[in-house]
């Protein structure tokens, strides 16, 4: 006979628990009888409760595990549920509960967690992404890429470019560059939300600023800049992002249970900004592979984000001026920036630009060099 348990009965009626025991019971599952003193045996049990009935929720951190009986009857342990107890899910709530109080096991599941969040975001996600982006319909392309255009178009200006100057160019791209059913090629003024940049839609199109095309310094480097466009189209790259994006806020939300729009928006850009790097270096080896097909030089690329790579580091230079002669004012006392402060803007200003979605245009040029140099040697 196996000695008698101690237990915390709600029998349904009264809110308050009352003193229970209970045994195995070979013909129904368990007996349990109420009693203030601890009993040598139950012989004739106040309640029978068979395995079906019983609702095992094992414990969590300081709670006990509980079972939970029809008609809003519950039975409370005070320790941990007897081992003659026949629950098939006792074993693994059993298992869980140990897993808890464990400081050493809870914190190899954080690192093989972040471990694998880690592979999924690096190379599972862009590599589902890429299959489910040739699987999308095209009706599903265009309607998409309708829609961006609309919303680039609103947020920019008609272009200021000459009609002569705009034909030319697309009759380049359409001779040079464009494969399959041409893309349709737009001009705008980028102004304050393109700028200098070029944009490749799902629906076929092609949007080119004017100070991409203004800081070009030959046809060539616009067709160079056309044919790294025509690779993301090729690609499907911006589906891809797309999908990615909602790969990485459906993690998320798996692991922590809890889709925050402002730390879900957060982790969208790191995987995004990490895989579009990479995207891009992808189209500029389409780009190049196609240059050269056709017998342009993919110098015309790296001319091209040369000039990019300039500006911007006029630019940079021009804020550094502005920011040394920059003044704070606190409690009523103004000051000039210390060097101090300013190193701390110049790392956040390189931590934003880790996060933007081309590499560094440095590493670019020089894998554009070294094709060149590969397809002039002799084969």
């Not at 709530?93 to 972040?114: D, G, N, Q």
């Not at 920019?156 to 002569?164: F, H, W, Y």
């Not at 692991?255 to 189209?283: F, M, R, W």
């Amino acid at each position: 006979m196996k000695r008698p348990v101690e237990v915390r009965f709600y029998d349904g009626v009264l809110a308050e628990a009352q003193r229970a025991w209970i045994v195995p019971d070979q013909q129904r599952g368990i007996a349990l009888k109420l009693s203030e003193e601890t009993p040598k045996q139950v012989s004739e049990a106040d309640f029978y409760f068979s395995y079906p009935d019983m609702a095992y929720i094992g414990g969590v951190g300081r709670r006990k595990p509980i079972i939970e009986l029809p008609e809003d009857r519950r039975i409370e342990f005070l320790t941990k549920a007897p081992h003659w107890l026949k629950i098939k899910s006792k074993e693994i709530y059993h298992a869980i509960w140990k897993f808890e109080r464990s400081p050493l096991l809870i914190f190899f599941s954080m690192i093989i967690v972040i471990c694998a969040v880690i592979f999924i975001l690096k190379w599972g996600i862009p590599y589902t992404a890429q299959q489910l982006a040739q699987l999308l319909p095209e009706q599903t392309l265009i309607e998409v890429g309708n829609q961006t255009e609309q919303k680039l178009i609103e947020q920019t200006e008609p272009s200021k470019l000459s009609a002569e100057h705009q034909a030319r160019l697309k009759k380049l791209y359409e001779q040079k560059i464009a494969v399959g059913q041409p893309a349709k090629i737009i001009f705008r003024q980028g102004g304050e939300i393109m700028g200098l940049n070029a944009a490749a839609i799902p629906n076929n199109t092609i949007i080119v600023t004017d100070e991409l095309v203004k800081l070009s310094g030959a046809d060539e480097e616009v067709l160079a800049v056309l044919a790294h466009e025509q690779g993301h189209l090729v690609q499907k790259h911006s589906m891809q992002k797309v999908i990615s994006n909602l790969g990485a806020a459906g993690l998320f939300a798996l692991v922590t249970g809890d889709l925050s729009d402002v730390v879900a928006a957060s982790i969208a850009v790191l995987a995004n900004a990490g895989y579009s790097q990479a995207l891009e270096l992808a189209v500029d080896d389409y780009a190049m592979q196609h240059l050269h097909q056709q017998q342009i030089s993919s110098i015309h690329l790296s001319n091209f984000l040369q000039r990019v790579e300039n500006a911007r580091i006029l630019a940079e230079q021009s804020k550094t001026i502005k920011m040394k002669n920059f003044t704070l004012n606190i409690d009523g006392k103004e000051r000039q920036i210390t060097e101090s402060e300013l190193k701390w803007l110049r790392l956040i200003g390189k931590l934003k630009k880790y996060l933007e979605s081309h590499p560094e245009l440095d590493k670019r040029i020089e894998r554009i060099h070294a094709f060149e140099e590969k397809m002039s040697q002799p084969v």
